[in-house]
Every structure is written in structure tokens, then in C-alpha cells.
């Protein structure tokens, strides 16, 4: 396995998820919430989260492709799709594991708002906000980082590395 340097390790991961678990505690206040997983980067922030999580709650998942390798094809595929049955007059939290352009956030949002939800918000494990190209800001942002391709923690080079534990990057 290639040596990656070490961006967020275990220890900063598990507080700041703790965190934003008690974020979102606070602001349901007992209200049910149907967390809406984004895979397959996201699986791992989004099992953290809810072991953390002291609420009532739900998951389900939706998965897209944008990504080739390292470069945005700038095109937003949906490849499994959510039920409305599963969406409808419920409070869906979108859980992605990183934001770039903001295309796949975008889109998401507008799929999900179609399908009837009660509210819609947006949790991120790691915002790039420097290479934004549509206009995206999420409701709960766990980090935000520079201008790196990062793996681990759920994220892929090439559907390889999302098993290192904690979130790294190779130096160029
Ligand atoms: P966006 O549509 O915001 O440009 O891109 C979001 C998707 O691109 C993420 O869900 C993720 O799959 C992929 N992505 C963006 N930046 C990175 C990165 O640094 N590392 C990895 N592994 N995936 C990334």
C-alpha cells in the first residue's frame, strides 16, 4: 500500500463527528431524521455519525458518479436511486463525504427535493471550498481543507484505499 500522509487522523475524526452528531441533535430536538448516505464514499462518516447520534433515525442510500480517477467528468449520474416512499414528509439529512465544484450536492438536492421531503440539509465530512464552481454551501461541514485529492475514510482512488482509517493524501 502506498504511504500517504496523514491530513485528519483517528483521534480528530471521532471528536469532530461527535460534534456534529450533537449539531443535529439539537437542531431536530427529538424529531425524527432519515439520514440519506451517498455512496460509496460516505459509508464510514455516515455509520460514525450515527453510532454518535442520540436520536431517532433512519438510513438510506443514494449513489451517483462524477469522478473518474482524480478528475471531475463535470457530469452528475444517478446510479441507484432513492424510494419516494422512503424520502416523502420526512427529514432527510444528504450525507456526502466531500464537496468539491458542488455539482453532486447540486444535483443531489434538487433529486430529493422532487421526491417530497418534510426539510432537506446537507452534512459533509470534508469541504474544498476553493474549487467550488456552482454556488453549494452545506448545512453541517465536519472540515474544511485545502486543495488536495484526499483518500481513506470512505475515499477512493479508484474504488482503492477507502479502508485506511483515517483521511490522507500523497504529496506531488
Ligand atoms: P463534486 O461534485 O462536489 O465536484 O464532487 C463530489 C465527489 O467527488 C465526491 O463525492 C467524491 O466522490 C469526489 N471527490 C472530490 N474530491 C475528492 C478527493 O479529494 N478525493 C476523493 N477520493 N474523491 C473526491
Known sequence: MENFKVLIDEKRLDQRIAEIAKEIENDYQGEEVVFCSVLKGAIFFTVDLMKKYNGLCEIQFVRVSSYE???STGTVTLKIPLKKENIENKNIILIE???DTG???????DYVKELNPK???TCVLLDKKARRVVDF???YVAFDIDDLFVVGYGLDYDEKYRNIPYVGYVQK
Request: aromatic share 10%; proline share 0%; glycine share 6%.
Open 97 to 99: 463525504d466531500i464537496v
Open 137 to 139: 454551501e452545506a448545512d
Open 69 to 71: 480517477g482524480e478528475n
Open 103 to 109: 455539482r453532486t450536492f447540486n444535483y443531489l438536492v
Open 119 to 121: 426539510s432537506i440539509k
